[in-house]
Nanobody, 124 residues
Framework: QVQLVESGGGLVQTGGSLRLSCVASGRIFNSYATAWFREAPGREREFVLAITSGGRITDSEDPVRGRFTIWADNAKNTVYLQMTSLKPEDTARYYC?????????????????WGQGTQVSVSS
């Protein structure tokens, strides 16, 4: 059973930075994709960024373009999300998700395994 554990969330002021981590365990195949999604109160869970085990990365969605970066340390089974120039509208619970294969879908239905999420709050 694949398990994902996110960490690194917290409360920051506008303009601040955070780095989220997602540690995976239990994978049985070497080709996979890992994505970050976020969900704000009253809103749908939305795609942020994704990366394959081979290092391909999706283009950023408009709300985070130029501010968020994703990368992976495969030796540590960890995917990171670096968030800079944070805004109050980035406040959400951030979830890590993974799937087998090397495609990079942006819809949550394509990801079979999810973590519990980590809360990011940005004060104005």
């Amino acid at each position: 059973q694949v398990q994902l554990v996110e960490s690194g969330g917290g409360l920051v002021q506008t303009g601040g930075s955070l780095r989220l981590s997602c540690v995976a365990s239990g994978r049985i195949f070497n080709s996979y994709a890992t994505a970050w999604f976020r969900e704000a109160p009253g809103r749908e869970r939305e795609f942020v960024l994704a990366i394959t085990s081979g290092g391909r990365i999706t283009d950023s969605e408009d709300p985070v373009r130029g501010r968020f970066t994703i990368w992976a340390d495969n030796a540590k089974n960890t995917v990171y999300l670096q968030m800079t120039s944070l805004k109050p509208e980035d406040t959400a619970r951030y979830y890590c998700a993974t799937r087998y294969g090397d495609s990079l879908p942006r819809t949550k239905a394509h990801y079979a395994y999810w973590g519990q999420g980590t809360q990011v709050s940005v004060s104005s």
